[in-house]
């Protein structure tokens, strides 16, 4: 069975840095892509990056140059690393790790921004 755990939210000020982490329990190679989402209150999640079992990256537009999702394949852990964060980067986030036509998330990790 997969499980998914995500850490690594909290309370930052603007400008400042978090590094979430998205833990898997079975080898992430099984998994194309793993992503990570956030959902604010009141909006649609949306997707923030998204990393391929070959290593390629996407990125929301609004987080380019700022969000970087990395993979540690020994750990089965996909890390964002998150700089400059704004009060609009608030929200839930939450990572889902594809496999085929399944998708399997866990519960969010919560970031909020102040200004």
């Known amino acids: 069975q997969v499980h998914v755990a995500e850490s690594g939210g909290g309370v930052v000020q603007a400008g400042g840095s978090l590094r979430l982490s998205c833990a898997v329990s079975?080898?992430?190679?099984?998994?194309?892509?793993v992503a990570w989402y956030r959902q604010a209150p009141g909006n649609e999640r949306e997707k923030v990056a998204s990393i391929s079992y070959f290593g390629a990256t996407k990125y929301l537009d609004s987080v380019e140059g700022r969000f970087t999702i990395s993979r540690d394949d020994a750990k089965n852990t996909v890390y964002l690393s998150m700089d400059d964060l704004k009060p609009e980067d608030t929200g839930v986030y939450f990572c889902v790790a594809t496999q085929g036509f399944n998708d399997f998330g866990g519960q969010g990790t919560q970031v909020t921004v102040s200004s």
């Open positions: 079975v080898n992430i190679f099984q998994f194309n892509p």
